[in-house]
């Protein structure tokens, strides 16, 4: 039973308002934890983003997060671009990676023409597949911190890819935040962990090892359930040695499904 559980997740507060309502009503304990900031590459992104799209005439737009989206529209509004860049999507087939994805850009009034059945880079792949969208071109807006996988997946696939950077990542800097989930980790008090992305494993460890050493800090996440939200994220965890199950469906409810059946199971 998960009822009582306490169970800590990589994101802020608000980003993490689904799994805070899914938990609560279960009766167990949420513990957000803020790992990563996003750096927005300002006002040159739209530019760079609507430039690419007049010059470069892609087929397909992917957006790979509802982070993309909202950033590169907020700041299109700052600079009286909104209209244009609205244009500049409509003006493409767009992807999106999974439901949060779509919801953000319909918040912005683009229509999404197909959304994966796996919300990952390999879904996005097999849609593309399924399409037979081979020598079409694809734009994808992303983190600069995003690995090559799924640009080396569609270029096998024979689709031509340009990736734009919209923003880079770093480990949260504010960490007044964590004092209760560190209170309650050094005495073995946290029964489940739900890691959302790579990048917030890398800030977990940078943020964690200041004031524990890496054997201690294994040592208690072996004591805990740790569940990864996909494929990337779990191999982010191996590469530290921490065991983790990966959410079959890769979203914040599937994570939370899967570390309920784990504490069902237990």
Same mark, same amino acid.
């Given at each position: 039973m998960i009822e009582g559980k306490t169970i800590?997740?990589?994101r802020s507060e608000e980003d993490a308002e689904e799994f805070i309502q899914l938990l609560s009503k279960e009766k167990a304990r949420p513990i957000t934890l803020p790992t990563i900031e996003l750096i927005s590459k300002g006002e040159k992104i739209v530019h760079e983003f609507i430039d690419a799209i007049q010059n470069y005439n892609p087929d397909y737009s992917v957006f790979m997060s509802s982070k993309a989206?909202?950033?590169?529209?907020?700041?299109?509004k700052k600079i009286s671009l909104y209209e244009k860049l609205q244009l500049a999507v409509a003006n493409t087939i767009v992807i999106a990676?999974?439901?949060?994805?779509?919801?953000?850009l319909e918040n912005e009034g683009i229509k999404v023409a197909y959304m994966p059945?796996?919300?990952?880079s390999v879904g996005v792949g097999e849609v593309l597949s399924r399409l037979n969208a081979v020598g079409k071109r694809v734009i994808v807006p992303r983190s600069g911190a995003s690995t090559p996988f799924?640009?080396?997946?569609? @270029?096998? +696939?024979?689709?031509?890819v340009k990736e734009i950077y919209l923003?880079?990542?770093?480990?949260?800097n504010d960490t007044t935040q964590w004092n209760e989930f560190r209170e309650l980790f050094s005495k073995n008090n946290i029964d489940g962990i739900v890691f959302t992305s790579a990048s917030s494993v890398q800030a977990?460890?940078?943020?964690?090892?200041?004031?524990?050493?890496?054997?201690t800090l294994l040592n208690n996440l072996k004591k805990l359930k740790v569940v990864s939200i996909g494929p990337f994220t779990a191999d982010e965890l191996k590469k530290f040695q921490v065991e983790n199950i990966v959410a079959p469906t890769h979203t914040?409810?599937?994570?939370? @499904?899967? +570390?309920?059946n784990i504490f069902s199971l237990a």
């Open positions: 800590a997740i990589t989206v909202k950033l590169l529209f907020e700041e299109a990676v999974g439901p949060k994805t779509k919801t953000a059945n796996r919300y990952s799924l640009k080396n997946l569609l @270029e096998k +696939i024979g689709q031509d923003y880079d990542v770093c480990a949260f977990f460890f940078e943020i964690m090892t200041k004031d524990y050493d890496q054997k914040v409810s599937g994570a939370f @499904e899967t +570390i309920k």
